[in-house]
């Protein structure tokens, strides 16, 4: 069995090298946005083009558009483009490579006010072109150009570009994927956050890898718990000795064990304020899964004396209240009697009176403990929207 032959043709490296370089800027750029530039800059260079581009968005009247491109002197970012509406390389089958003379003769091409408003100023005319499907359905332009003093794309490139784009499907396909889950990851952290319940992630060192915006303002107060290096550790040394013991049981459990740990305890806080209410959670690792940096343990925490603040244009959707009677329920919801609401809101008391019965009206409720129930139950608190 003998190695393939090299490919030494006019604009392209040998298949082997090329492949090897362009294979793995496409799935750095699957894990990073940022990384696509470089990964056009490879094809365009690869290709001797002038320019290498993905055109990620087509404009519209909603969007404004963007093509990522790498070339002399094209901007790596470049959106809303007007003339991207112009191109004869729309409605092509997705997938599939063509060149300039399968969409348009060159005489078309010459006149096209695509080409003498575009192209032409940017000295492109050989044009080498893909609409990539991806599973959710978009569309990405591939394009890659020469000028017109070099050669055309040879049939040896365009069957080599056709390898490629298996390989850029797939990394856009993963991008995405990616980029969903930290979109969700972004959610909820962000509702656990709006929920005042702060959450910390340990790796296998028992090292702090990640904490929420709640846990961030919690820890930052220095009061019971505290960042020691990257450890967590409690103030007192009896509540210390008792959390250490909870994150190495928790973390005995991640190895080989499909069933999490719970344990639960409080924190003692030198302000003498009420103790923090604190979870410790193992989380279970997966054959596939090493390194410090592998979530391992999750600690949830939450100040119960904290005080909310919803947004009130929501609480007042939700329960179709005036925005003084919604002022109203959120400072009962804090804890506050309604003389101490009335005085806050600087109402007079009968005021108060008046409000807290149209939202008992409103709300269904006849007391006020129940009034307090369903607002902090509310959904009204999971929005970032003030």
Request: proline content about 4%; charged content about 20%.
């Amino acid at each position: 069995m003998t190695d393939s032959p090299s490919i030494f043709k006019p604009g392209i490296k040998t298949s082997q090298e090329f492949l090897s370089q362009i294979l793995g800027t496409v799935y750095d750029a699957a894990l990073d946005e940022a990384a696509w530039v470089h990964c056009l800059d490879t094809i365009r260079s690869g290709f001797s083009a002038n320019y290498a581009s993905l055109i990620v968005r087509a404009e519209t009247s909603e969007d404004v558009g963007l093509i990522v491109s790498a070339g002399d002197d094209q901007p790596n970012l470049d959106p809303g483009n007007p003339y991207i509406a112009m191109s004869p390389f729309a409605g092509m089958m997705p997938d599939h490579i063509v060149t300039l003379g399968d969409v348009i003769s060159e005489r078309n091409w010459r006149n096209s006010d695509y080409y003498l408003s575009y192209c032409k100023p940017q000295n492109v005319f050989h044009v080498m072109a893909a609409d990539i499907l991806t599973r959710n359905g978009g569309i990405y332009g591939l394009r890659i150009t020469r000028p017109e003093t070099a050669e055309g794309f040879s049939k040896v490139e365009i069957d080599f570009c056709q390898l490629l784009i298996p390989h850029i499907k797939r990394a856009l396909n993963l991008h995405l994927s990616i980029n969903e889950d930290r979109k969700v990851s972004s959610l909820y952290s962000q509702a656990m956050s709006q929920l005042m319940v702060g959450v910390v992630i340990l790796g296998q060192d028992l090292q702090v890898i990640e904490c929420n915006p709640a846990a961030t303002a919690l820890l930052e107060m220095k009061d019971g718990l505290r960042l020691v290096g990257q450890h967590l550790e409690a103030d007192y040394p009896n509540d210390n000795r008792k959390l250490q013991s909870l994150l190495l049981e928790a973390m005995d459990k991640t190895v080989g064990s499909k069933a999490s740990l719970n344990q639960a305890m409080s924190v003692s806080r030198s302000s003498g304020r009420l103790a923090w209410g604190l979870i410790v959670q193992s989380i279970a690792s997966d054959q596939w899964t090493e390194g410090k940096q592998r979530p391992c343990v999750a600690i949830f925490l939450r100040d119960t004396e904290g005080r909310v603040d919803p947004p009130v244009r929501l609480a007042q959707q939700l329960f179709q209240l005036t925005p003084a009677e919604t002022a109203l329920a959120i400072q009962l919801a804090n804890g506050l009697s309604l003389e101490e609401a009335s005085e806050a809101l600087n109402i007079r008391r009968n005021t108060a009176r008046a409000h807290l019965r149209s939202i008992f009206s409103k709300t269904g409720v006849r007391r006020q403990t129940e009034l307090v129930r369903i607002f902090l139950n509310s959904v009204a608190w999971l929005s970032e929207v003030r």
